[in-house]
């Protein structure tokens, strides 16, 4: 029987027999045994029989109440609607058991630890799942720069294509430019209305220094802040490994009058606003390097210089990406960048002498070679003052062409300046 008192048997004795046990010894054995068995406190006991009638002959002590637990007020938090942001937004006042108050509170804490988590974007995207807004038509703008679309024109649906920041937040309209690292689409924002134009890399940015290099751009566009003359920047953000970049619409680019020579007054323009934006850039120690005409466009009759994909520091504290060779002075060619400033006075010059003559300038040659030289031909039909300011821009010594100040305070642009 488990719990009874068993005698321990004797071992004997290795060299002599045990003595015999005095007869005192077994009567105390026998009482033992006699002894009720001994329950543990784990084991059940057998239950007794619960009457149900109140017996008045004995003590009927109360059962004492269930000490009720202090209620305390405590603040709880309303938590928004919407399952993309779930913040808290209200406080309620409630009555709170205190043991309830502390489970909360350490729900509370470990949320907070749940939020501090890094969350993918696209997991937060797949919980999202919100309708585009659609395409309306800003009432504010005048119908000339509106576009007339069906204010639900190509929703992305709900799904997939909803991640995309791109299809959700613009309606693509057309491809208005391509080059070896981008493509340029107009497009509509579908909140406000207006038209923007957003550049995308062709290029997937797989690794952290292809993501450097294209941040470039879009670190130079908005350290350099907002002038006239140059296009406004707005926003950026990376979408399946390529960068997109929302900038200013502009009505066109001034390769496209390549085919016909433009008239003298509108070249004096664009001569001098190009360099009041690299007088703009000069003065905050940013060079852009790649000056031409594909990168200067124009809209409402105001020039803007844009495309800052080699932009880099004047004090070459950064990469110099060198630019279209046909616009790059002998300097950058021999790899001497001591002067990065100067390397955009000539290629604005030599833009501008592109424009002037009507025909792409060469890749190679004795033509080539003749620009770098100085040896520039004249032109027909064009003041001598302006020649020289072009011929001086494009001197193969950079210590010797004028600084984009210079360029600006040259007495042809007297009359320019008396308009403005």
Not at 9 to 27: D, I, K, Y
Not at 91 to 115: F, M, N, R, T
Not at 222 to 249: C, K, M, P
Not at 291 to 317: H, M, Q
Request: charged share 25%; glycine share 4%.
């Amino acid at each position: 029987m488990r719990g009874a008192l068993r005698p321990r048997p004797l071992r004997p004795a290795a060299t002599s027999p045990s003595p015999l046990p005095s007869p005192g010894s077994f009567t105390l054995f026998q009482k033992l045994l006699e002894l009720p068995p001994i329950t543990p406190d784990y084991i059940t006991r057998t239950p007794q029989p619960i009457s149900n009638n109140f017996e008045l002959n004995k003590e009927n002590i109360r059962v004492p109440n269930r000490q009720r637990s202090q209620w305390l007020p405590s603040k709880r938090y309303k938590r928004d609607c919407s399952p993309s942001n779930p913040r808290l937004i209200a406080e309620v006042q409630l009555d709170i058991p205190g043991s309830e108050l502390v489970e909360q509170k350490k729900l509370l804490q470990i949320g907070s630890q749940k939020k501090k988590s890094y969350v993918s974007q696209s997991a937060v995207a797949l919980r999202c799942r919100v309708m585009p807004p659609p395409c309306i038509k800003n009432p504010y703008l005048n119908s000339v720069s509106a576009i007339d679309v069906d204010i639900f024109c190509s929703s992305p649906s709900v799904g997939c294509e909803s991640l995309s920041r791109y299809r959700t937040d613009f309606h693509e309209i057309e491809q208005i430019g391509c080059g070896n690292f981008s493509r340029v689409f107009k497009v509509l924002k579908r909140i406000d209305g207006c038209l923007y134009a957003v550049k995308c890399s062709i290029k997937q940015l797989r690794n952290d220094l292809d993501r450097k290099r294209a941040l470039m751009e879009v670190q130079a566009l908005a350290a350099l802040g907002s002038h006239d003359n140059v296009v406004r920047y707005y926003t950026s953000w990376f979408e399946n490994e390529q960068l997109y970049i929302q900038i200013e619409l502009c009505e066109r680019s001034l390769s496209i009058n390549r085919s016909h020579a433009p008239k003298c007054g509108e070249v004096l323009e664009m001569l001098y606003q190009i360099a009041k934006a690299l007088h703009f850039m000069h003065k905050r120690g940013v060079a852009h390097l790649d000056v031409k005409p594909e990168n200067i466009y124009i809209k409402k009759g105001i020039y803007k210089l844009g495309d800052f994909g080699c932009a880099t520091l004047i004090d070459r504290s950064l990469g110099i990406e060198e630019g279209d060779s046909r616009y790059m002075p002998q300097e950058m060619l021999n790899d001497k960048y001591e002067h990065l400033d100067k390397v955009d006075i000539f290629s604005l010059g030599a833009a501008t002498y592109e424009l002037v003559k009507g025909t792409p300038l060469p890749e190679s040659g004795p033509q080539f070679s003749n620009l770098r030289e100085g040896k520039i031909s004249l032109l027909p039909g064009y003041p001598l003052q302006f020649q020289s300011l072009l011929k001086a821009m494009m001197d193969p010594d950079p210590l010797k062409r004028p600084s984009a100040k210079e360029v600006m305070e040259h007495p042809i642009f007297d009359k320019l300046r008396a308009n403005l």
